[in-house]
């Protein structure tokens, strides 16, 4: 949000101060992922808290530390013969997502969720035909068309 934003949204006086906040807050973050080994401790942070509350146990955690053939490794064997690998792996995978296409039906409604794709055990070790290779804006619209429907 912009200055502007935060006084139209919490008034003059309030407004600056959050604005201050967060933009102290940002350059901080931003000190903070340059640091070694950060990416490595948000993905174990990440891990911990999803333990912890019992989420998401029966997959490998998708994240910045871990290399991605690795992680694509979880979704699928054969994970080179996904559709679009190529394409990603031209742009070293950078702005790349990994999408079930069961969670969707062909019109864009939802078919299955992430968490009953886990449930029924069809969310790792699946086939490379049921993965496909989105880039970021490409997945958002498949599924922003859900989320706001």
Request: glycine share 4%; aromatic share 12%.
């Amino acid at each position: 949000m912009t200055e502007s934003e935060y006084i139209v949204k919490y008034g003059e006086t309030e407004g600056k101060k959050k604005y201050l906040r967060y933009i102290n807050w940002k350059a901080a973050e931003a000190k903070r992922r340059e640091k070694p080994g950060y990416w490595e401790w948000r993905c174990k942070r990440s891990l911990e808290i999803k333990k912890k509350n019992k989420t998401n146990r029966n997959y490998k955690v998708e994240c910045h530390g871990i290399p991605h053939k690795k992680r694509w490794t979880a979704y699928s064997k054969d994970f080179e013969h996904i559709e679009n690998y190529e394409k990603a792996k031209a742009d070293n995978f950078k702005g790349w997502h990994c999408h079930h296409r069961l969670e969707l039906h062909p019109d864009g409604s939802i078919r299955f969720t992430r968490e009953s794709l886990i449930k029924l055990d069809l969310y790792i070790n699946r086939p490379a035909n049921e993965l496909i290779f989105l880039t970021r804006e490409e997945h958002n619209k498949l599924h922003g068309v859900n989320r706001w429907a």
